[in-house]
């Protein structure tokens, strides 16, 4: 929950990114919206992380919401000053914490174990062509050879060609490994 979308885009981009152990059932810049969240039981979730200063309902307030009417349910606040903000039961962490450290301070909010020993792998950097990486999307929608040809106007030899190279660029042994790969590290 932040006001702003470019921080909420980015938070989600990265959780997802990181394989983190948790997942975002949701991202909302209005706190009157991520309220009704919490009150919805399909829509719950176990934890909020919630910006403190926002217009409108404030992170505190939208704790204290939750707290009494959901007290299950962790709230982690984050804060660009989270030093200034004294709120019994809340804790704050710093605008510019890492995955790795909300996902441990989850662990030890919820107690789960694996929560705590999660380590964040090394982004990887995608080694493929423009190319190479849309024929592998191509494939992992289920086309054809013969329609990836047509599409990208090349010839059958040309993908088959793409799928090689992207092959040894991820140093896999199949198309179907290369696609896993790309999959994964979500550069499709």
Sequence with gaps: MDNDPLVLELLTHYFVASHAPLHVLWSLNNPEQAWRACNDERTRPQVVLTDIEMPGMSGRELFHRIRTRHPSIVVIGISAFPDSVEESGLVVLPKESTIEAIVHLTGMLLHDE???????????????????????????QGKTTLFIAHKMNV????????????????????????????VRNNWI
């Design 155 to 182: 010839g059958e030899s040309s993908v088959k060609t793409f799928v090689k190279r992207a092959c040894k660029k991820l140093n896999v042994h199949s198309r179907t490994e290369a696609i896993v790969a790309c």
């Design 114 to 140: 694996s929560l705590i020993r999660w380590h964040q792998q090394p982004i990887r950097i995608n080694p493929l062509s423009p190319r190479e990486l849309q024929t592998l999307d191509y494939y992992s």
